[in-house]
């Protein structure tokens, strides 16, 4: 109560500015975590773009430091070392063109483990609802979606997947014939919110379309050769 009055008393341009300023100290320290964690052999676990997203026993990654389709980024942190054993993206993908995810997706293999895992989450393309779609779509009208460069379904995301190297799984969305997959998610391999297997109710702005707190999820494994 009184830490709710003290923050009334704040001018609003001010609360903004430390808002940005408690960001910016938290990415950046989050940076220092990796790069130190990443000196040692250990097996970690990356939330890839996770805004201000965290969970236990992963290391978060944002943006502003790790660009995942840059060679440069990853070799600033890894310098070349294999010790990832997880990554999951949220709602990450539909931000990259589809030659920087083609480029996010060979350097996320490259730093996986042999066995290790990648879940992805992003806007479903074949929803077959039009209102999801028109808030999903390329410079679609929903929360950030003016930034999408693509819409992805789960045939050009697998067709992706593969070309890296990996071998995937539907955990959920809906397929070419319009047939919607929601199988059981282990949360252990990397947390998603926005998903049909996400029990807890979601309130956040801008997220109160049809099926917008659903995803198209897909699980790849590093496989140790590449398909013929």
């Known amino acids: ?5 003290i923050k009334k008393m704040i001018p609003s341009f001010l609360r903004v500015y430390l808002r940005r300023l408690s960001k910016l100290v938290k990415y950046r320290l989050r940076y220092f975590i990796l790069r130190q964690a990443a000196t040692k052999d250990n097996h970690i676990n990356l939330i890839l773009g996770a805004a201000e997203t965290s969970q236990k026993g992963w290391y978060s990654t944002n943006y502003e ?3 995942i389709s840059k060679s440069n980024d990853w070799d600033r942190i890894f310098n070349g070392k294999v010790i990832v054993k997880k990554m999951v993206a949220e709602h990450v993908f539909e931000h990259l ?8 997706l060979s350097l996320a293999h490259q730093h996986l483990i042999p066995g290790g895992k990648l879940r992805i989450a992003v806007p479903d393309g074949y929803n077959p609802n039009s209102i999801y779609r028109a808030h999903v779509d390329v410079g679609g009208i929903g929360a950030d979606a003016s930034d999408h460069k693509q819409l992805l379904n789960c045939d050009i995301l697998r067709e992706a997947l593969i070309h890296a190297g990996f071998q995937s799984t539907l955990l959920e969305g809906y397929s070419s014939s319009g047939e919607l997959v929601s199988n059981a998610i282990c949360e252990q391999d990397g947390f998603i919110l926005r998903s049909r297997a996400n029990p807890k109710e979601i309130k956040a702005q801008g997220w109160d379309f049809p099926n917008s707190k659903t995803s198209l999820i897909i699980d790849a494994i590093k496989l140790t050769k590449l398909p013929s």
């Open 65 to 67: 430091w790790f660009d």
């Open 97 to 104: 063109t589809a030659d920087q995810m083609s480029a996010a």
């Open 1 to 5: 109560m009184l830490i709710h009055k």
